[in-house]
């Protein structure tokens, strides 16, 4: 069964500074990951996804992600933080072997960009 | 832009009480999802839903839960006899293939009582 974790509950980032999220995961074919970010009372907003390809992968606000194998992780990275980028942060996976249909999310991160 | 809604977004109801929480995928989608979310903390997937059935559950999604989806574009989550712990925020989300991204609703806060 697949798992992904976040080993950071909460992470502090100055403004203007480069920020990171940590994700790691567990499958047992080949992984699509994916981050979500969450603002208080709203729903979960796609940032990013790794299917295959490039390692580096861009999506929305910024954002950037890289998939290491070898590593199984998946860490969410901004240049520069905002602190509008403070929000809950959550990686996801979905196990392709077999086929499955769910995608399982971590626990979430929380992301404080102090001004 | 396309969304996902959710209705109610927010419904009390006494412990025991059946519960039906409503959702409208993306017209064009055929991955259908509920998750649950308690005190803003962990996503917990609860099922999938593909070509009419049930495609994966979880372990919380016992014979208390069940989902349909009646016409075509609704898809309905029924809690049968509601617990205190199903206090939580309701998310549906749905994709239009294997590779996607969910979209999701904004969700349903369900209060038991």
């Known amino acids: 069964a697949q798992s992904v974790a976040q080993p950071e509950d909460q992470v502090n980032v100055a403004e203007g500074n480069p920020l990171t999220v940590k994700c790691t995961y567990s499958v047992s074919g080949n992984p699509y990951l994916f981050w979500y970010v969450q603002y208080p009372n709203r729903g979960l907003q796609f940032l990013l996804k790794y299917i295959t390809g490039d390692n580096l992968v861009k999506g929305s606000y910024g954002f950037e992600a890289e998939f290491n194998k070898s590593q199984t992780s998946f860490h969410l990275k901004k240049p520069s933080a905002l602190v509008s980028d403070s929000a809950l942060y959550f990686c996801?996976?979905?196990?392709?072997?077999?086929?499955?249909?769910?995608?399982?999310f971590g626990k979430g991160t929380r992301l404080h960009i102090l001004p | 832009e396309p969304e996902v809604t959710q209705t109610p977004s927010h419904q009390v109801t006494q412990m025991g009480q059946e519960v039906i929480l409503r959702c409208v995928p993306i017209s064009n989608h055929l991955y259908f999802y509920w998750y649950r979310q308690i005190l803003g903390q962990k996503v917990e997937f609860l099922v999938s839903f593909y070509n009419n059935e049930i495609s994966e559950k979880s372990e919380i999604f016992d014979d208390q839960f069940s989902v349909e989806r009646p016409d075509g574009s609704n898809f309905t989550l029924k809690i049968r006899s509601t617990k205190l712990e199903d206090s939580a925020m309701y998310f549906c989300a749905s994709t239009a293939g294997h590779t996607g991204e969910l979209f999701f609703g904004e969700g349903s806060r369900l209060t038991v009582l």
């Open positions: 996801a996976v979905r196990d392709t072997r077999n086929r499955d249909d769910k995608i399982i």
